[in-house]
């Protein structure tokens, strides 16, 4: 059964602590960055939108014409640095779902639900 981050705060010792603190930093580190690559985006999703209603046909068919015609370079430039950024935020963040598996933190529900998501594999078996 999972433990609660409750729970977990009170006997966690220092580097658990440490690595609790940094999923907490990344985790919003790449929210920000998701918002931002998401905000970039929107002049594609609008045009694309525009053009589906327009011609009735799906957004598979029009995606690839509307981000060649809509979307200034600048733009699609922006949202692919952030895009860039929130990798590497993931990356750090499946090492230290690593981290948190070498410290014993397995029982915890946090990484438990997240690991296989950032890690790209099951938790290993202790």
Not at 48 to 62: L, N
Not at 66 to 86: D, F, M, N, R, T
Not at 95 to 124: C, N, S, T, W
Request: glycine fraction near 8%; proline fraction near 3%.
């Amino acid at each position: 059964m999972a433990t609660t981050v409750e729970d977990f705060m009170e006997s966690a010792n220092k580097e658990q602590l440490r690595i609790f603190d940094c999923l907490k930093k990344l985790g919003k580190r790449e929210h920000e960055l998701a918002d931002s690559v998401n905000k970039a985006h929107k002049p594609y999703w609008e045009a694309a939108e525009r053009e589906r209603r327009h011609w009735g046909v799906s957004f598979v068919q029009i995606s690839d014409l509307v981000v060649e015609q809509e979307i200034a370079p600048a733009g699609y430039a922006a949202a692919s640095g952030y895009q860039k950024k929130l990798e590497k935020v993931r990356e750090e963040m499946a090492g230290v779902f690593r981290e948190a598996i070498g410290q014993g933190m397995d029982h915890l529900g946090i990484i438990q639900r997240h690991y296989e998501h950032y890690v790209g594999e099951p938790i290993p078996a202790s």
